[in-house]
């Protein structure tokens, strides 16, 4: 299975946190959320949900948006959303 790195990075950067008072707030290690970052781990659905709770942003704009076409040289197309950390989240 392919390992997806979520946005995890961007959004704690955005919000002026370190990795150790995420971890900290989230009762986890700082080793779990390095982990995470680099791909190494992947977060379940419930810690990507509390991930977003303590960021105060939409899960969704966790997920990284990647569309796979295969063109004819054998390249992947990568769709860039331009999601707004402040817009509604209807989930």
Known sequence: MENHII???YYRKMRKISQRNLAK????????????????ESPTIRMLYRFADALEICPRLLLPCIIKIECKDNNYIKCECELNVNENCNI
């Open 7 to 9: 946005e995890l990075r």
């Open 25 to 40: 707030k989230m009762d986890l290690t700082q080793g779990y959320i390095s982990k995470i970052e680099n791909g190494i």
